[in-house]
């Protein structure tokens, strides 16, 4: 058959990225950890039912990081990107309650610069407590994400302990990459 296309997950360590992943899979596959910022490696899980190997990218942003942590991450990401072929998009998590971060942009522009094409995966929005809460932080997170040049149908508001969004991550997962930059100029 044919061969499965690769998602990868990015996220701030303590974005919620195992629960999400376990979520989207259907099944525990990634160990949540009580010390975030631990996974200092790729981890790949076999998303058969939407024929996707889905790569977990360590956690970036971690308070205790050091410069060359980071730089360790991004030379990481970058070894990863020139070995794989057929990385689909990256999934960018960002938490609901206070993202995107200075970190979540930097990735993210990191991610861009490699012509990764990306989804916005905003987590817990459980947290939003009230209706007001709920409109405020959209539009501050989607105005955030369009100064990126990123649109609003982009982003998608989950939480995995309430089930919220998984659906509708899945199902754009599950449709095929959409091109690069590079590959829609030269049609």
Known sequence: GRREGRVAF???SNVGKSSLINRVVGAKVAQTSAQPGKTRAL???????????????PGYGFAKQSKDDRDHWAGLISEYLEVVEGLERAVVLIDARNGPTEKDVEAIDFLRSESV???FAITKTDQ???????SRRRR???SALR?????????FYTSSEKNLGIREVQAELRKSAPPTETERESR
């Not at 981890?43 to 990218?57: A, E, P, Q, S």
């Open 10 to 12: 990015v996220g701030r």
């Open 43 to 57: 981890h790949f899980y076999d998303w058969k039912d939407g024929r996707k190997i889905i790569v977990d990218l």
């Open 117 to 119: 094409p990306m989804l």
């Open 128 to 134: 939003w407590k009230t209706q007001s809460d709920r």
């Open 140 to 142: 501050e997170i989607e």
């Open 147 to 155: 100064g990126l040049g990123y649109g609003p149908e982009l982003a």
